[in-house]
């Protein structure tokens, strides 16, 4: 027991540690970030205080193909927008890069119109990539998210809005979990759109913006709280500066403007929907709810769950081996489960774990101890094949398979069995005359076809004792028709006994004939003798009337008892012999029946 527990120790040791190694190298970095999408974005309800105006396919429709458009229409949007000083945003964010000087009157009627609402969020860009920076020790090193380029509105619009970029990073299977909190150009910090947008926002509400953690390259993990389309009216940019839209419908309230149209390629794949793309200006509203709300999401470091992570394994691996299936079952499924709990648990507290880990660690060990289990089922299988088939009956090794190498131990159960004795008439005598290879060549003839009849009809052959063997029915397996079963198997022996002494008589001058006794009543069947030394046998009075019936048997008959007589009825042919047979051990009455036939 001792080895069989430091076994598996080793195994759930090992395994762990080799689980925790791929796990730390990345093995399940795609497949777990799947899993936290699934888990952890789940669209709800939205701020009210958000509004998107789209720059759509209806606008296009009404006011022209977009690359004809001049900076007199956003101005116009800026003037709507305006029209009710009493009614005006809180903050308005354009989605779009004014970037450069084109038409003067243009340029000039914009930055006129955003210096006339107030609070205008307008975006810049930064154009990242690889790039040689100073590594603060007189050298340098490769950067690969160094701000290569950096594109602010013209100067006049710059001026009189604040700016925010407008940069988003995919993740590396390309789906936008991230946001950029800022991006550093040449000792500058510039934050993005949303948080300018949330910061506005709050300040325009007597309250100040929390920053999220963020890693070293500026980024968080962003809560979504809608999918694609999920902040979107369908108000059109066009129904802005047509007048369609009352003013109190945008009062107080954040404005995005920016692009909804596929044709303007602004959109993105995110975790809260991957099959359907969501436009940039949805992500930039989606943000700035996180953190207008306070919703930040701080990512768990590696370490201390690929800690846990290998502990946890270790003991499930342990106790899957030296448990039964069926809780091995049940203890894997409460982990998973238990684990998809706690990381929403943790998640809706602000925590970000990897939740597949412990679920991959836990179905691993499981599945290996599912392995090991059958292994080591087909082992003590072939053991107990290997060990009792040799001299037992088949059925009885197939009860053993089945009922399990538990109920292998000493011990018997009480039922109901027909036994029956046979042995040869005269074997000392004929043992005395011949050579001792001539009587072994006898033997194995005559058991060899007694114990042939004893398995064509279904009995369990017991044991041998010199001339003489015992069998019996009903055990270990129960059958409907044991005592006919163990009447057609004397018969057989019988008629056998006759034909191996036609031949004995022919090659060896020698006859061959058997006396057969058959009771049936309650015996005790079971594992008898010492631990070491077992024997699958039958024992009681039940046994022992066979026997005596057999030793009074003559050469060639068969002796029953009445018990077996009233179970068969009319499908056997009897004479009874009364009293005129003395059993050893049974009172005067007992009566003894001659088969005659079988039917």
């Known amino acids: 027991m001792k080895k069989n527990l430091k076994q598996s120790l080793l195994i759930a040791l090992g395994g762990s540690l080799i689980l925790t190694f791929l796990v730390g190298m990345g093995a399940l970095k795609r497949l777990d970030k799947w899993t936290q999408d ?34 007199h229409i956003m101005a116009r949007a800026l003037e709507a927008l305006n029209a009710d000083p009493a009614n005006k945003p809180a903050v308005v964010a354009i989605d779009t890069l004014y970037g450069g000087e084109t038409d003067k009157e243009a340029d000039e009627h914009l930055a006129s119109a955003a210096k006339a609402l107030g609070n205008v969020i307008t975006a810049s ?91 070293k390259r500026g980024q968080f993990y962003v809560d979504y709280s809608a999918g694609p389309g999920g902040y979107s009216e369908g108000i059109s940019i066009a129904d802005l500066i047509e007048g369609k839209i009352p003013s109190d419908f945008y009062a107080g309230k954040i404005v995005f403007i920016g692009p909804y149209a596929t044709a303007l390629q602004d959109a993105y794949f995110t975790p809260i929907d991957p099959a359907e793309q969501m436009y940039g200006v949805e ?28 502990v946890l394994c270790a003991v499930c691996g342990f106790i899957f081996q030296n448990i039964k299936v069926l809780w091995s079952s049940v203890t ?18 602000g925590l970000l774990i990897h939740p597949l880990w412990i679920p991959f660690g836990t179905a691993v060990f ?38 399990g190498t538990e109920n292998i131990g000493l ?20 043992s005395e005359r011949l050579s001792p290879e001539k009587v072994v060549t006898i033997l194995n003839k005559y058991l060899t076809m007694a114990s042939d009849a004893v ?36 018969k057989d022996i019988v008629d056998g006994a006759a034909k191996v002494s036609e031949e004995l008589k022919s090659e060896m001058g020698e006859e061959l004939k058997v006396g ?23 024992i009681g009075d039940t046994v022992n009337t066979a026997a005596r019936l057999e030793a009074n048997a003559p050469g060639g008959c068969v002796y029953i008892s009445r018990a077996v007589c009233d179970q068969l009825g009319d499908r056997i042919e009897v004479e009874s012999l009364g009293g005129t047979v003395k059993l050893k051990g049974k009172a005067d009455g007992f009566e003894v029946l001659r088969l005659e036939k079988v039917w």
């Open 411 to 430: 011990g018997g159960k009480t039922c109901d069995i027909a036994v029956l004795f046979v042995d040869v008439r005269g074997f000392t005598t004929m």
């Open 455 to 490: 398995e064509a009809h279904g009995g369990t052959l017991d044991k041998f004792v010199g001339d003489a063997m015992m069998a019996f029915w009903g055990a270990p397996l129960p059958q409907e028709d044991a005592v006919y079963n163990a009447i057609l198997t004397a």
């Open 283 to 310: 992500l930039h509203a989606n943000v700035a709810e996180q953190m207008i709300s306070r919703s930040y999401k701080a990512e768990a470091p590696d370490f201390p769950q690929l800690l846990i992570f290998f």
């Open 38 to 71: 699934r888990l952890y974005q789940r669209p709800g309800a939205v701020s009210s205080d958000i509004v998107i105006i789209g720059i759509d396919e209806s606008a296009f429709e009404r006011l022209g193909a977009y690359n004809t458009w001049d900076r």
């Open 366 to 403: 499981y599945l290996v101890s599912i392995a090991m289990h059958y292994i080591r089922a087909a082992l003590e299988r072939r053991q107990i094949t290997n060990t009792f088939a040799r001299y037992v009956a088949p059925e009885i090794v197939k009860e053993i398979l089945k009922t």
């Open 332 to 349: 894997a499924i409460g982990t998973v489960a238990a684990t998809m709990i706690v990381s929403v648990v943790l998640y809706n507290s």
């Open 516 to 538: 057969v006794g058959v009771h049936f009543g309650p015996a005790v069947v079971g594992n008898m003798g010492a631990v070491k030394h077992m024997d699958y046998t039958a």
């Open 125 to 215: 860009v930064a154009v990242m990539g690889t790039d040689y920076v100073d590594d603060g020790k007189g050298g340098l090193k490769i950067e690969n998210y160094a701000v290569l380029d950096y594109e602010d509105p013209y100067s006049s619009l710059k001026n009189v809005t604040t700016q925010g970029h407008i940069n988003f990073m995919y993740d590396l299977d390309g789906i936008m979990r991230h946001g950029v909190l800022y991006v550093d150009n040449k000792g500058e910090r510039i934050y993005s759109m949303a948080y300018r947008v949330a910061e506005a926002f709050l300040k325009a509400n007597g309250e100040e913006i929390t920053e999220p953690s963020v890693n």
